[in-house]
């Protein structure tokens, strides 16, 4: 299973008024880690696109374990927890600068043409980022 890490920068902007994260900025972390994990296994959401697919998220689950606080070091791990042909799930790992887990979680993706929002198997319209999914996944 291949793990990409992403340092986040806690800005103060991110806290709230009990000097914590707000808990929706986790949501924006998750897909930092999202890219940094499609950009290190050679890939391009960008070009996805623009060849007319989108990958909306269909679901979200997140658990807080511990806060993380402004000053603090925060990174974001981020893989491939499942990968189905039609669905992808990709699991998190929010941990602080002492390795300690502070946020866990997935999203799952499906992939939709731009035209009509329509879901295509992503193993028929990009098979070798599929098959690159398949090859770096949860097993």
């Known amino acids: 299973m291949y793990v990409s890490e992403k340092e986040i920068q806690i ?3 991110d806290t709230d008024m009990m ?3 707000y808990h929706a900025n986790y949501l ?3 897909e930092l880690g999202r890219t940094q994990l499609i ?3 050679g ?3 960008l070009e996805m696109e623009r060849q007319g697919y ?3 998220v269909y679901n979200i689950e997140i658990t807080y374990k511990r806060a993380i606080r402004y000053g603090e070091r925060a990174v974001v791990r981020t893989w491939v927890e499942k990968n189905d042909g039609l669905r992808t799930v990709y699991g998190y790992q929010i941990v602080n600068g002492e390795g300690e887990i502070c946020v866990e979680g997935t999203s799952t993706h499906i992939i939709v ?3 009509d929002f329509r879901p295509v198997q992503f193993k028929k319209v990009f098979p070798a980022w599929f098959q690159k999914y ?3 996944k949860r097993k």
Do not use: N
């Open 113 to 115: 043409r731009k035209e």
């Open 134 to 136: 398949e090859e770096i």
């Open 43 to 45: 890939y391009d959401y």
């Open 54 to 56: 989108y990958a909306p």
């Open 39 to 41: 950009i290190d296994v």
């Open 28 to 30: 924006k972390w998750f």
């Open 19 to 21: 000097g914590v994260i």
């Open 11 to 13: 800005l103060y902007a």
